[in-house]
């Protein structure tokens, strides 16, 4: 099992930024993959950017050039650095984590309004 445990949302003006924080506990070593999803509402959930254990980062079209992925594996987490905020990033944050199993956290809200 893995446990996921994000943190960082919060609510930010357009052109804003924010940093997520997701740290992993657990079996820790079963996971080939992370990533952040989001889900606004009325919408189903998109994935925002992928960090595979050795390769490179992948990012939905929307958010390329402003939402960098990162990882720790010293400290187990991984971020999700977001910049120029726009209202349509409003939604709330998964992480999740891919391998043996599929893990979620249970999410943060990002709110982006003037």
């Known amino acids: 099992q893995v446990q996921l445990v994000e943190s960082g949302g919060g609510l930010v003006h357009p052109g804003g930024s924010l940093r997520l924080s997701c740290a992993a506990s657990?079996?820790?070593?079963?996971?080939?993959?992370m990533g952040w999803y989001r889900q606004a509402p009325g919408k189903q959930r998109e994935l925002v950017a992928h960090?595979?254990?050795?390769?490179?980062?992948n990012y939905a079209d929307s958010v390329k050039g402003r939402f960098t992925i990162s990882r720790d594996n010293a400290k187990n987490t991984v971020y999700l650095l977001m910049s120029n905020l726009k209202p349509e990033d409003t939604a709330v944050y998964y992480c999740?984590?891919?391998?043996?199993?599929?893990?979620w956290g249970k999410g943060t809200l990002v709110t982006v309004s003037s």
């Open positions: 999740n984590a891919a391998g043996k199993g599929d893990y």
């Open positions: 657990g079996s820790i070593f079963s996971i080939n993959a």
């Open positions: 960090i595979p254990r050795g390769g490179s980062t």
